[in-house]
């Protein structure tokens, strides 16, 4: 990962207060790290799009966006602040497979491949408001931390919406981190 994206990541978030993690070395783990678990055991197909909701802070989409240059990436939030700001860093970063757009999900009438969100929200508020941004027979990839009972939930949706859960993989980035898992769920 380039050096330059913790140091823009790290003079915007002291600017704007993006996210308490204000270490190089903490940025790298539970950030970058963290949005590029992906790629260990999951293949973005060339010339797909992404659209990753809610995150924040441009992670996984900074990441995933450098390490995967020939997959496009949007990102949508509702926050003007820090749509601005990924906006800028991709700027500076001269990332060409990523913008940001600034619009609530249930507005956004765009189709895409994969939608992808990270530690935000329960699946029962992402699936509802993001399901129909989805094309037929592509994925949801959603980073979470491992919950029963969110599992438990995401069973009933997936039978509900006609979902099913293609892969999971548990890891943790440290050694006393938390269990976390990243679910890839197709639509029927």
Known sequence: MREDFISIF??????LNLSAIR????VMTKHILDSIELNKFFVLEKWKKVCDIWTGWGFPL?????TNSDVNFVWID???KKVDAVNEMIDKLWIKNAKCVRSRIEDFTEQFDYISARAVWYVDKIIPRSYELLKKWWCFIFYKQYDEEEFKVLGELCEKYK???VSTHRYSLFDWDIERIIYVIEKM
């Open 62 to 66: 900074l990441p995933l966006a450098m």
């Open 163 to 165: 979902l099913k859960i």
């Open 10 to 15: 790290l003079e915007k978030n002291n600017q």
């Open 23 to 26: 270490d190089h070395d903490w």
């Open 78 to 80: 509702a926050r003007r």
